[in-house]
């Protein structure tokens, strides 16, 4: 992470040009009160005009409405629209930042090409995707500018008709060199849009109330903002410059905070600038979010590589210890034990039961059934989760495993660990059952779990030797174990 250190190392050897812009500039951030430092960042080694390309159309305000009619006539005709709210996001919390979502790709670099338009065109493309689908994903920048007709090193606005119609290929296959070439038109383009529109098309900044509900609707933003050349030199802080200046330069909205009175904004001048990329911009301070626009990505099509698998571990989400010897016997069907937990969104969760028993009171061969289930009725039980066991001699100890992992939704959820025989008595032995979370499903690379018919087995019992598992949704018994 960039900090003051790296900047004071940096204005050591700046030239003196460099060093009394910066005097000027603290002299007057402190006759005016500013609320942010500078420092000697990579973006004062070059001019504006190379850093900021931005060149609203001078009629866009007037197409927005139309632009924002073909985005809902799109939304509407999708089998499974866009969701209200996305992850955590809730428009009318304190503070939020899609950055500790997973939901921001890396900064980037624009480097001497004024290609902001592009970067804040992809910004918000990545966020959609990495929103959508648990996937941060590195699409083409220099595809876009080669191809789009949208700008040029020169200048120019949004991309996303571009994204929609032809789509985008991946970094590592059209790699960004700051300047424009000619268009490649063999490359692979698996990264396409659904639709874009405008924040708010009645006005050219939109309220803050509008900019936080559309980043809870559909993730990071586009949108445009007036740099100076104390933005330029912008190194931590709150940015209260609020200059009137016209809007020149591209970037991409992520998050807020209304204790800063500010918006969390990632730019495209690599990580020398402001903190690590990034900037806290008061809401109200150089025109920050002109032009504000959404965009929703599709769904990566064609082969590609397989996403990279969940690199976080297990989280514990509930524990309970068996201490059963000698003091925990079954004759019945009936609930062994249980563990509850909290889950405060979607995800999933991997409970496991493991033990052993022996035969306190029968003739053996013997058999029984253990399970897991949310109902205390003991003859419930998720059928993937049904294990079989069997007693060959009344001095045998027999292993008790079973597990089960499904997606859950947010709530409080009692987990029962169940044992099915008849005729006899079991005792346990000490063991374990565990509840564990697996933390890239709350925004990770795991698929869904589809609900078939069987998956819960509503009837285990055991009749004449035999062990049998039906569920009342088919017109026969589905399951039969022969006692051994």
């Not at 876009?144 to 200048?155: E, K, M, R, V």
């Not at 004449?464 to 569920?471: A, C, E, P, V």
Request: aromatic share 10%; hydrophobic share 35%.
């Amino acid at each position: 992470m960039t900090n003051s250190t790296d900047y004071e190392n940096r204005e050591l050897t700046a030239s003196e040009d460099i060093k009394s812009g910066l005097d000027a500039l603290r002299s007057e951030a402190k006759q005016k009160k500013w609320t942010f430092e500078v420092g000697y960042t990579a973006a004062m080694d070059r001019t504006i005009e190379e850093l900021c390309g931005l060149k609203p159309p001078h009629n866009w305000l007037q197409r927005a409405k139309e632009q924002d009619s073909l985005a809902e006539q799109a939304i509407q005709s999708l089998k499974e629209p866009n969701p209200i709210t996305l992850g955590n996001c809730v428009a009318t919390l304190d503070k939020f930042n899609w950055v500790e979502q997973n939901g921001v790709t890396p900064v980037r670099d624009q480097g001497n090409c004024g290609s902001c338009w592009d970067f804040a065109t992809h910004g918000a493309y990545e966020g959609s995707y990495a929103v959508l689908y648990a996937d941060l994903i590195d699409s083409s920048e220099q595809d876009t500018l080669d191809c789009s007709g949208a700008g040029s090193c020169n200048g120019g606005w949004w991309a996303f008709d571009y994204l929609i119609k032809t789509g985008s290929a991946e970094e590592t296959d059209y790699p960004y060199v700051a300047r424009q070439g000619s268009c490649r038109t063999s490359v692979d383009r698996p990264y396409k849009a659904v639709t874009w529109a405008y924040v708010d098309s009645t006005k050219d900044i939109p309220s803050v109330d509008a900019i936080k509900k559309a980043l809870c609707e559909h993730g990071p933003l586009a949108c445009a903002v007036a740099v100076t050349s104390a933005f330029q030199a912008y190194t931590g802080g709150v940015f209260n410059e609020k200059s009137t200046e016209d809007v020149n330069h591209g970037v991409t909205l992520v998050g807020w905070d209304d204790s800063k009175k500010a918006w969390r904004m990632k730019n495209s001048w690599g990580p020398v600038w402001g903190e690590s990329g990034y900037m806290w911009i008061a809401y109200t301070s150089n025109k920050i979010g002109y032009a504000a626009a959404w965009v929703q990505a599709a769904k990566k099509s064609g082969p590609g590589p397989k996403p990279e698998p969940c690199k976080e571990g297990p989280s514990l989400l509930a524990y309970q210890e068996f201490l059963f010897t000698g003091k925990k016997q079954f004759s019945a069907n009936a609930n062994v034990a249980s563990v509850t937990f909290t889950l405060t969104r979607e995800m999933y969760v991997s409970i496991v039961a493991d033990s052993s028993v022996t035969v306190a009171k029968g003739s053996t061969p013997l058999a029984f059934t253990t399970g897991l289930y949310t109902d205390p009725a003991p003859n419930i039980m998720w059928t993937a989760s049904l294990r079989n066991g069997s007693f060959e001699s009344p001095s045998q100890s027999v292993p008790v495993h079973t597990s089960y992992a499904r997606k859950f939704a947010a709530g409080t959820y009692t987990i029962y660990w169940k044992i099915w025989l008849n005729g006899y008595t079991i005792q346990f032995a000490s063991g374990t059952l565990t509840a564990i979370a697996v933390p890239c499903s709350m925004g990770g690379q795991l698929k869904g779990v589809s609900t078939a018919q069987g998956e819960i087995a509503e009837s285990v019992k055991e009749e004449l030797g035999l062990i049998t598992i039906s569920n009342p949704d088919l017109s026969a018994p589905y399951v039969t174990f022969e006692r051994s």
